[in-house]
């Protein structure tokens, strides 16, 4: 999968040595169907568009960068992805960071300037100079996996927040759960356990247990919902689009092969 990191380290190595393993890892989309990409390579930039919300040199949040985006476009719409890609490009990036040009990947480079705002450009006025070396198409057989999005960050933790889940296996006592948690913090950005759940699975543990169930009341039945509704139902009411994270426990002794645990 091209999230673990290992592959573009690989793709890499001849042009970037020495920088690999310690720099962070961009896949970025020059324009639609990369119409940006021939003059990217000839002038050494990377480039994004959204040219009126203005210079970004002085944002000190990404909260700002969303208001000057729904100001602009005149709506209340959240733009969270729009938003990540202006703060990410603006304040993430770093000299030195390596970048793989997409949809396909058409080239790589080492970011070689900080974030400027040119004015002068006719588009994509938000840019970075950028040394490519290598400006050719690889026969990358994954590329039908890279993510759409302008810009994304390639990390093992891509791998969590694009696919939504991640196993972590070894040996009891060795930290998964604790190593879940602290995973969790890290992309919150934020210690904040109530965006976190977490159940054991045992051999009995059922869907009824774990979705909802009817359950004995003392006249009869009713419908309780378990933990993970619950939790879903929290997620999906928090209208500030954070992050929720649910651990489960001991998921090797669920009764996996049970139609009605897999859901």
């Known amino acids: 999968m091209l999230h673990d990191i290992r592959f573009l380290e690989e793709l890499a190595v001849p042009s970037v040595a020495g920088t690999v393993g ?31 919300v203005g210079d970004l040199s002085n944002v000190e949040s990404k909260e700002s960068v969303r208001v000057a985006l729904q100001k602009l476009y005149n709506t209340s719409e959240p733009y969270t992805n729009n938003t990540r890609t202006l703060w990410q490009f603006a304040k ?19 970011v070689d300037s900080d974030y400027v705002f040119d004015a002068t450009r006719s588009h994509y006025k938000h840019v970075r100079k950028i040394k490519w070396t290598h400006k050719d198409e690889w026969n990358n057989p994954l590329q039908q996996k890279l993510p759409q999005k302008t810009l994304t960050e390639v990390t093992r933790k891509g791998l969590l927040l694009r696919k ?55 006249s009869g039945f009713r419908l309780v919902d378990g933990p993970f509704y619950k939790f879903c139902k929290t997620a999906g009411d928090d209208d500030d689009d954070h992050p929720y994270f649910f651990i489960i426990d001991e998921i090797n002794r669920g009764n996996l092969k049970n139609g009605d645990t897999q859901a």
């Not at 759940?197 to 009341?217: A, K, L, T, W």
Request: with cysteine; glycine share 14%; aromatic share 14%.
């Open 92 to 110: 993430d990036i770093s000299t030195g960071d390596i970048v793989f040009a997409k949809p396909k990947i058409l080239g790589c480079g080492i």
């Open 164 to 218: 939504k889940n991640v196993i972590l296996q070894g040996s009891p006592g060795v930290g998964k759960t604790f190593t879940a948690q602290r995973l969790a913090f890290s992309i919150m950005g934020k210690k904040d356990r109530n965006r976190i759940g977490i159940v054991q699975f045992h051999q009995s543990y059922s869907y009824e247990d774990f979705i909802m169930g009817f359950r004995p009341d003392g």
């Open 22 to 52: 310690k720099r962070r890892y961009w896949l970025y989309a020059p324009g639609e169907d990369a119409w940006f990409w021939d003059e990217a390579c000839d002038s050494g930039i990377m480039g994004i568009g959204w040219d009126e």
